[in-house]
């Protein structure tokens, strides 16, 4: 009797000849507010002390906020505003902002942050680099704007891109955060999650799912304060050459990727 063996079904690939690159449309979610994450994490990890006036040293001073929450200079660059932000909820947690923050400050925080991160175009970023390191011997890569996801969850169907290209790979940045990290000194470390959506325009369709998460270096509060919005934008810059590493290590075959060979 000769023993069989099971067979191992081939992982999904793209097809060979055109692929449209699309990228969200929505701003990531940006969860920047260490100090509002209560207990267990901003004085928990970060040592609140308790002090209600943290709250303007943490969150209000470095943004120097006016009283409708918008800061007071009218045009501040969006890393500016966002390592204004970290700095501010590192400091406000240690010193106990979380406990003196309204609910109004806060939300004002959370727009400030949003509106920075919106105009940041990560979703644009990360797909700019993966169809640039994708490009393969039998893959050719080509940026389409305009067409991708409004909205998280939202699944277009691309069908009116077939015939030209005969698959779409779909990029978003679904959400942005700064989490607070154990330990001392207390240290924050920027993570950004992606998701990497997939699909054949010709039948019989075959579509894929992934998401990856990356997570930067925990960075100490004054190594913060030190670097300020440029250290932030290098982050930022990490964070986009990883992600698009991820995702282009799944959809491309390394033997078939350029200096791969």
């Known amino acids: 009797m000769v023993a069989g063996c099971a067979t191992v079904p081939e992982a ?3 097809p060979p000849g055109a692929i449209a690159v699309v990228s969200g449309r929505y701003p ?3 969860d920047f507010n ?3 994450r209560g207990k267990g994490a901003a004085a928990g990890d970060l040592g609140g002390k308790g002090a209600a006036s943290g709250a303007a040293v943490g969150a209000v001073a470095p943004l120097q906020m006016g009283p409708l929450g918008i800061a007071a200079y009218p045009i501040v660059a969006p890393f500016t505003i966002l390592a204004g932000i970290v700095v501010g909820g590192t400091v406000g947690a240690t010193y106990g902002a979380m406990h003196g923050l309204s609910v109004e400050q806060v939300e004002r925080v959370n727009a400030l942050a949003e509106r920075a991160i919106a105009q940041l175009g990560a979703q644009q970023e990360v797909a700019k680099r993966v169809a640039a390191k994708a490009r393969g011997r039998t893959l050719t890569f080509e940026l389409v704007s305009g067409i991708g996801p409004q909205t998280m969850g939202e699944t277009p169907d691309y069908g009116e891109l077939w015939p030209q290209f005969g698959a779409v790979v779909e990029l978003a940045v679904d959400r942005i955060t700064m989490a607070a990290r154990k330990g001392e000194p207390a240290r924050v470390a920027l993570e950004m999650n992606l998701h990497l959506r997939w699909m054949t325009l010709a039948e019989p369709r075959v579509s894929v799912d992934k998401h990856f998460q990356w997570a930067g ?3 100490t509060i004054d190594e913060w304060q030190a670097g ?3 250290l932030l934008a290098r982050e930022f810059e990490r964070a986009y050459e990883n992600l698009s590493d991820y995702a282009t290590e799944n959809l491309v075959p390394n033997d078939e990727l350029p200096g791969k060979r």
């Open 12 to 14: 999904p690939r793209l």
């Open 28 to 30: 990531p979610k940006a």
């Open 34 to 36: 260490i100090f509002a």
């Open 217 to 219: 270096k925990p960075i």
């Open 228 to 230: 300020g919005a440029d």
